[in-house]
């Protein structure tokens, strides 16, 4: 039997109400993200190209996409 997949969402997201949230999981070691309103839909990356993704964010690389 496979074990279920537990999905961790950052506390920061959406109004609590849950509704705006990218949720993310760890399985045979690759990422999954999944968006919370739409939870069928899973996108998969790796570890080294999350790492990539969250630093830029964090550098401000994507703030234009957001403005």
């Keep these: 039997m496979p074990t279920p997949t ?3 969402k950052s506390s920061l997201s959406g109004n609590g109400d849950g509704t705006e949230c ?3 999981a760890v399985q045979d070691g690759a990422v999954l993200l ?3 309103d739409d ?3 899973v996108v998969t990356t ?3 190209k999350l790492r990539a993704f969250i630093l830029g964010v964090k550098a ?3 703030d234009h996409l957001v403005d």
């Design 22 to 24: 990218i949720e993310l």
């Design 39 to 41: 939870p069928g839909i």
């Design 60 to 62: 401000g690389e994507f």
């Design 46 to 48: 790796t570890p080294a």
């Design 6 to 8: 537990t999905w961790q």
């Design 34 to 36: 999944r968006e919370s």
